[in-house]
Antibody
Framework: EVQLVESGGGLVKPGGSLRLSCAASGFTFSDVWTSWVRQAPGKGVEWVGRIKRKTDGGTTDYAAPVKGRFTISRDDSQNMVYLQMNSLKTEDTAVYYC??????????????WGQGTLVTVSS | DIVMTQSPDSLAVSLGERATINCKSSQSLLSTSNNKNYLVWYQQRPGQPPKLLVYWASTRESGVPDRFSGSGSGTDFTLTISSLQAEDVAVYYCQQYYSPPLTFGQGTKVEI
């Protein structure tokens, strides 16, 4: 069974940092691209950024609101992906989801999602 | 950035009736290299993460009921629920994966 389990959320003050983790199981993690998607309370979903598999260069892309503040990394040996969030702002308050994308010519899209972890940025 | 605009923002449909959701992108999502539209649809039920319904604009994800269908090409796309069921009450999102940032539409809330 495919599972994605996020952890690391919590309450942090503006300007602070937080590191989210996502543990993957039930599939070959190194074969997929991974994205983080967030959802502010009562709002729509927003893509945060992604990291491609190593065979595609392991490159990262980010949304403009988080570029330069957030960093995505992966450890294929541990089936983990991370979201390092620095210089946090109140507008970063959201549930953060880890998702996977096959990233192939046969199929694209976020086919598996975790249950999310809540990040609250408040003084 | 590619802007995704959905319409309507919400709609109420009777059980068994058809629901139609539109999605328009600010630039074409059709790749000339493989003739595929880089557009997906998700369903998000209350308290749940989104669920992939359709990719390549019209390919249904495994396990998704055939009452869900996607259509369109270029900049205009549609998700149709042919016969609305109670479990289809949700917010539906389109998303482009043609180029980063991978933008979502604002969502369409479907109610009974």
């Amino acid at each position: 069974e495919v599972q994605l389990v996020e952890s690391g959320g919590g309450l942090v003050k503006p300007g602070g940092s937080l590191r989210l983790s996502c543990a993957a199981s039930g599939f070959t993690f190194s074969d997929v691209w991974t994205s983080w998607v967030r959802q502010a309370p009562g709002k729509g979903v927003e893509w945060v950024g992604r990291i491609k598999r190593k065979t595609d260069g392991g490159t990262t892309d980010y949304a403009a609101p988080v570029k330069g503040r957030f960093t995505i990394s992966r450890d294929d040996s541990q089936n983990m992906v991370y979201l390092q969030m620095n210089s946090l702002k109140t507008e970063d308050t959201a549930v953060y989801y880890c998702t996977t994308d096959p990233g192939t010519s046969v199929k694209r899209g976020f086919d598996y999602w975790g249950q999310g972890t809540l990040v609250t940025v408040s003084s | 950035d590619i802007v995704m605009t959905q319409s309507p923002d919400s709609l109420a449909v009777s059980l068994g009736e058809r629901a139609t959701i539109n999605c328009k992108s600010s630039q074409s999502l059709l790749s000339t290299s493989n003739n595929k539209n880089y557009l997906v649809w998700y369903q998000q039920r209350p308290g749940q993460p989104p669920k992939l319904l359709v990719y390549w604009a019209s390919t249904r994800e495994s396990g998704v009921p055939d009452r869900f269908s996607g259509s369109g090409s270029g900049t205009d796309f549609t998700l149709t629920i042919s016969s609305l069921q109670a479990e289809d009450v949700a917010v539906y999102y389109c998303q482009q994966y043609y180029s980063p940032p991978l933008t979502f539409g604002q969502g369409t809330k479907v109610e009974i």
